[in-house]
């Protein structure tokens, strides 16, 4: 029983993070860009305070990954690998957005106008990866859950 609400807490969360950052870059970000002649106060706007959000998400993926970890009785090798490379991923993924939160976007609020095509395109491109980190990382969860 424990298990079963763990996973529903690990997986809601992390299908909530990977849904909210699809949404922000295939239909927020685009439709944005092409409808508003100046996107950024949109955007620094949806930015105010989201970055504790994902902290909290990624606490609650934490502690219940490792509440998942706790609760397995027979792990095999493959699904302990398989969680060895999402804790690593998710780890990463923290890392990377954290590297975003508190170095880029200072920059990209104080840049001049002529540097923001610059820093959208970093952002964009780190956006992506990090929505492929955690992807993959809901993937691997998925089998490591079928194996285990």
Same mark, same amino acid.
């Given at each position: /029983?424990? !298990?079963a609400v763990?996973?529903?807490?690990?997986?809601?969360?992390?299908a909530?993070?990977? #849904? +909210? /950052?699809?949404? =922000?870059?295939l *239909?927020?970000?685009?439709?944005?860009?092409?409808?508003? %002649?100046?996107?950024?106060?949109?955007? &620094?706007?949806?930015?105010? !305070?989201?970055?504790?959000?994902?902290?909290? /998400?990624?606490? *609650?993926?934490?502690?219940?990954?490792?509440g998942? $970890?706790?609760?397995?009785? %027979?792990?095999?090798? @493959?699904?302990? &690998?398989?969680v060895?490379?999402?804790?690593?991923l998710? $780890? #990463?993924a923290?890392?990377?957005?954290?590297? &975003? =939160?508190?170095? /880029?976007?200072? +920059?990209?609020?104080? +840049?001049?106008?002529?540097?923001?095509?610059?820093?959208?395109r970093?952002?964009? *491109?780190l956006?992506? @990866?990090?929505? +492929?980190?955690? #992807?993959?990382?809901f &993937?691997?969860?998925?089998?490591?859950d =079928?194996? #285990?």
């Amino acid at each position: /029983m424990i !298990g079963a609400v763990l996973t529903t807490i690990h997986a809601g969360t992390a299908a909530v993070w990977l #849904g +909210a /950052m699809l949404y =922000s870059l295939l *239909v927020v970000q685009p439709r944005a860009a092409a409808t508003l %002649d100046d996107p950024e106060p949109l955007f &620094v706007a949806l930015a105010a !305070g989201a970055r504790w959000k994902v902290i909290a /998400m990624v606490a *609650v993926l934490a502690l219940s990954g490792g509440g998942l $970890i706790l609760t397995e009785d %027979d792990a095999t090798t @493959t699904w302990s &690998v398989l969680v060895a490379l999402k804790a690593l991923l998710l $780890i #990463g993924a923290l890392a990377l957005f954290a590297h &975003v =939160s508190w170095r /880029m976007w200072p +920059a990209r609020l104080f +840049a001049i106008p002529e540097e923001l095509p610059d820093h959208r395109r970093r952002f964009r *491109v780190l956006a992506m @990866t990090l929505t +492929a980190m955690v #992807g993959l990382a809901f &993937v691997l969860g998925t089998v490591a859950d =079928s194996v #285990g």
